[in-house]
């Protein structure tokens, strides 16, 4: 898979940095996958769970999430969103247009 705006989540998860070595472990497995649906991500991420147009990862227990858009067919993922716990419960995500 390929990330698209991996710098862009590195300088979000920049934030937390209790949250580096996860982000870093979490990139260099996607980097290496090739996954043709969610179930195939659930292999390797149980927790990972479909919301509408993104795919939602658990990060560093319960403490983050990071959503990205996948694009199976061309093996690439878009960063979209690197949160809290609690943003992510406040679904200001989820006016994305992509959502």
């Given at each position: 898979?390929?990330?698209?705006?991996?710098?862009?989540?590195?300088?979000?998860?920049?934030?937390?940095?209790?949250?580096?070595?996860?982000?870093?472990?979490?990139?260099?497995?996607?980097?290496?996958?090739?996954?043709?649906?969610?179930?195939?991500?659930r292999?390797?991420?149980?927790?990972?769970?479909?919301?509408?147009?993104?795919t939602v990862?658990?990060?560093?227990?319960?403490?983050?999430?990071?959503?990205?858009?996948?694009?199976?067919?061309?093996?690439?993922?878009?960063?979209?969103?690197?949160?809290?716990?609690?943003?992510?419960?406040?679904?200001?995500?989820?006016?994305?247009?992509?959502?």
């Open positions: 898979m390929h990330l698209i705006s991996i710098s862009n989540l590195r300088a979000d998860a920049g934030q937390y940095p209790d949250a580096k070595k996860q982000i870093d472990d979490w990139y260099a497995t996607v980097k290496s996958a090739e996954w043709d649906n969610l179930e195939d991500v292999k390797i991420y149980r927790d990972a769970e479909a919301v509408s147009n993104f990862f658990n990060i560093k227990g319960n403490a983050y999430r990071l959503i990205v858009g996948i694009d199976y067919e061309h093996q690439v993922l878009y960063y979209k969103y690197f949160l809290t716990h609690a943003e992510y419960n406040k679904n200001k995500w989820k006016n994305d247009p992509y959502f």
